[in-house]
């Protein structure tokens, strides 16, 4: 009677399944096609679908509605309601044409609804051979679970099958296959990339990043428990982190860049969660850039603080390949009055100063150091503190940010950590500038972060003029500067009788102030040099006021007489004045050179004036 059906039904054979090109059918007309003269003796209604079928075909292969009707063979039932049947109405049309015969295909699409379905009404073995349960498990074996696409598209029809997909293991086997084939992928493209050297060594040739990882764009359709599960199985298989992590990229970014609302909210607070938690622990498995933006996310989502937590810890164990950009992270909890989130960045930068090397490959030398092993190396050092002055000068320009938050990112890195203070100078003196109505206890307290003696010449000589810093700092500016120049003067007049004299509290390696002297000693040290130095320079004024007067009545002289007694008499000033070969009395031989020098060049000027 079906090939009498026009081409409704039209079957062909494909990989020992049926198919039917007719994509919808009509239930009700299942009694005008196959038992046109029998009406109808039995109406099943699944999640408010309505079938007039008839008992026969149906008690034939269904063990559930066979007891259903049995039960009821008394008062002749005709009305029969299944509830919570999986697939609903769907997977129930497709039982009721297995059970009347009728061809169709089974697919990757439909397989998990009509194992779920028959499970359900009891279409099994044991109520009747070949029956449609064995059918689409032989499919799930033979083909399904041989090929990664298939599996892919089996979890997620999966996904409103739960729980009963899960009973029957459909799930669990369609992630171990995906896993395993991911991992199978991988390992036969190692071996397609060993080749023999000229010496005749194996060797591998070196891939790009997450070749043959073509299964990553396939993952990012399925829902986040089921892609959790399988990410899991896929580490327990071995695939590469290199791989995990950009499916984890892959899937968050098109999770996340959807249009968010009240719904999507809490969904994308799931998927930021369960990422960070599906992290690999090797160190770069994915970009820094990520990381920080899973970061935003989390802060913005309100996340776990757990979650957050380990995100700032994997982003302090690789901070100095990080970008100002990447530190800049808006403030988004209410209430919040600064415009960036600065808590969190100085919770990243301690990660970074106390992380240790338990955390990292020590034959990896550009990680750590051999001197420090319990410290990041110098050059990772240095980058990371260029980065946070930075941030620290951009964060300064922020009116609400208090000093006890700005003072604790600045301190938040190891005294060696800059070896120059230019940064670190430019962001206080931004701060001062933007914070006009700061107190001079806290301007002082904000100083004495700088180490004077670490700026560089330009730097040194803006900080000398700088009215912003107080009076103690620019001392500290300008007798650093002094012995900088004093040093300088000595290295260059050095001869093999007179070595350069150099202060005890300015010779050390580090370049700072001496450890071996107390903070008040070197405060003490600091005030006498600055007394030293102003009577120096009141000495020097006195001597040119001194020089100018000579000057006036020489000229004087030479106006009114140009005789050989002029001359005589210019001889006898000049010999006066050979008290000034003798400068001072403290014995520091730097500073009398330097002011016999200046003396005699004003003299000699003078003297060529006058000729």
Known sequence: MLSNSKSCFAPFYVENYYIILSSSY???????????????????????????????????????????????????????????????????????????????????????????????????EEFSKDNLHLHAEQYLESIVYKNLEMCVEVLQQCENLLPHANELNIVSRCIDAVASKACAEQIALSFSRLEYSSSGRLHTIRQAKCEGDWWIEDLSVIRIDLYQRVITAMKCRGVRPESIGASLVNYAQKVLTKKVDLVSTGHQKLVVE????????????????????????????DCTIAGRLDLERRIGSQLDIATLDDLLIPSFRHGCETLFDVDTVYRIVVNFSQQDDGEYDMDDVSIFESDSPHSPSQSALLKVSKLVDDYLAEIALDVNLKLSK??????ALPAHSRTIHDGLYRAIDIYLKTHKGILDADKKKLCKLIDFQKLSQEAGAHAALNERLPLQS???????????????????????????????????????????MSPRDNYASLRRENRELKLELARLRMRLNDLEKEHVCMKRDMAKSHSHKFMSSFSKKIAKLRFFRHSSSRGSSSPSRQSYRADSKVIERTCASIE
């Open 26 to 124: 009509v239930c009700s007309l299942f009694s005008l096609r196959i038992f046109r003269d029998v009406p109808s003796d039995i109406t099943i209604e699944v999640n408010g679908g309505t079938f007039a079928l008839h008992k026969f075909p149906l008690v034939s292969r269904s063990g559930r509605i066979r007891k259903l009707v049995a039960e009821h063979r008394d008062s002749d039932i005709s009305r029969v309601e299944l509830m919570n049947l999986p697939g609903g109405s769907e997977s129930f049309e497709l039982a009721a044409k297995f059970c009347y015969g009728i061809n169709f295909e089974i697919t990757s699409l439909n397989v998990a609804q009509l194992c779920c379905v028959s499970d359900n009404l009891e279409m099994t």
């Open 274 to 301: 369960t990422i960070i938690s599906l992290l690999p622990v090797e160190r770069l498995a994915v970009p820094i850039s990520f990381l920080f933006e899973l970061l935003r996310n989390a802060v913005m989502l």
């Open 406 to 411: 700005f003072m604790a990112i600045a301190e």
């Open 474 to 516: 620019v001392v500290q500016v300008l007798y650093f500067e002094q012995l900088r120049l004093r040093n300088a003067f000595c290295c260059s007049h050095t001869d093999g009788n007179h070595k350069p004299v150099h202060h005890q509290s300015w010779q050390t390696s580090s370049g700072g102030l001496s450890a071996a």
